[in-house]
């Protein structure tokens, strides 16, 4: 059963500071759940018992990739922003970039996949970002009723046995962030967005996109990711030394450098 | 040294019957290259002797990924036109739909990752289609300029042998297209372009996207995307004889049929 997010928009505004077990309550009042952007998810996808027609169900669906947009740029006023697929396409493409190395073995091509799989479930309910106020677990919940869905629903018969395999074990994987396959998947989503704050910051002159490297840029792990990101914000501070706002852009980075986080939990 | 075509969208309307000696004297008059709709094309990227930042030049290159449109919609009066990364990332997530068959071995990561390759040359030259005039070997010539100057000046230096090794291979793979690999991502290729035109016939009701199924379906070879064409077909038909246009839209397939190309090739 899906658990419910209340449907005004002016309600959902209010989330962070209303209690979780309120939450339930308003299941009661509204039955209506929400996705990103506080808009009213349709119903998931049930069985035609037709897997021909079930399968061409989930075809279709990842058009939703090209049709979501990823919600975090939407606040920010960039008048542009990127769709879901893109993301995942720049993120799959990096991960074939990453050299092998002895000392840090991956299976890149898993990552490759894993990197198109990662933000699977946004085709249901979009890219839920924390400041919606959809608490971690109910966004959690409703991604994993929304790959139930795809994987059981429209890829349920037997000749999609091998995709619901690989879906599910490179969503899961994903998920738990144990393995370093994963690990480096989610530095790919880390800087990803920093590489398109910098390009939002190019090319419409939007100043307010710290937050995006704060909180992207010193979670940053594999030694390859940390060096692209110290090129980039290399760029950025020149970028800013052009228009004169170098200061003030600096500033807003309140100290944050490239893979801090990691190094000080690895006690350096 | 880049084939120039000549500068003028009136002229390029002309190309089909310009021969082809006289592109050679177009170069001295203008000078200038033309990729996708005419538009002039910037000057190949040039390594600028830093690896960080001639790597950092190919990461902001994918972004254009998202801003090149697949330019054959724009002719049927589509309006709204799907994105290269959504067209490849869609390819790409249909890759690991195929089931493993022991009588036709696949390597799926590789056809994931060369889905993701097949058309990153278009981030610098766009989307050409045919009847833009511009002949076919100076289309793969242009792309093949574009992967080189990627490969050779972006990603030219110590550090990403790898990921130079590993897109050339997956790129001139693709374009041999002799392999059960480059041959299953046509297919999707091909597939992918259906599914689109009856997702925008649907949504836009715009009808004469027949040429798209008839340049696409017939040559579609691997069973399991020959059933996703077929059962996408039926559903097709079943949209139009909802309109009350079955018959005309049926005809204007001029009895195009999955796979029958390759059966005819295979004197079935």
Redesign the interface.
């Known amino acids: 059963m899906p658990i419910a997010i209340p449907a005004s928009p002016s309600k959902l505004d209010k989330m962070n500071s209303i209690h979780i077990t309120k939450v339930a309550q308003q299941v009661e009042e509204t039955n209506k759940v929400l996705g990103a952007g506080g808009k009213e998810l349709p119903a998931p996808y049930k069985s035609s018992g037709n897997e ?2 079930d ?2 169900a ?3 669906l ?2 939703q ?2 049709v979501q947009k990823r919600s975090g740029w939407i606040r920010e006023g960039v008048s542009y922003f ?2 879901v ?2 993301h ?3 993120m ?3 991960a ?5 190395d002895p000392l840090r073995p991956l299976d ?3 990552c ?2 894993m990197a ?2 990662h933000d ?1 479930a946004e085709a249901h309910v979009g890219d839920i970002t924390p400041v919606e106020g959809v608490p971690a677990h109910v966004k959690h919940q409703l991604e994993e009723e929304a790959m139930d869905s795809f994987l059981n629903e429209m ?1 349920g018969g037997d ?5 619901r395999e ?2 599910r074990s490179l969503w899961d994987e994903y998920e738990a962030r144990e393995t370093p396959e994963s690990k480096l998947v989610k530095d790919l989503d880390r800087v990803e967005l920093a ?2 704050a910098v ?1 939002y910051e190019r090319s419409q002159d939007i100043r307010t996109l710290s937050p995006f490297f704060v909180g992207s840029i010193p979670n940053l792990e594999h030694p ?1 990711i940390q ?2 990101a ?3 914000m290399e ?1 950025r501070r020149q970028l800013w030394a052009s228009r004169g706002r170098e200061k003030e852009e600096q500033d807003g980075l309140g100290g944050a450098k490239v893979g801090d986080k990691v190094k000080k939990a690895n006690g350096v």
Not at 96 to 100: A, W
Not at 159 to 163: E, F, I, M, S, V
Request: hydrophobic share 50%.
């Open positions: 021909a027609l399968t061409l989930f075809l279709h990842l058009e990739l090209k990127p769709r697929s893109y995942m396409c720049r799959a493409l990096m074939m970039m990453i050299p092998q890149i091509p898993r490759v996949m198109l799989v699977l890829l000749g999609n046995k091998d995709a690989r879906f590489l398109q390009e390859v060096k692209w110290e090129t980039l760029e």
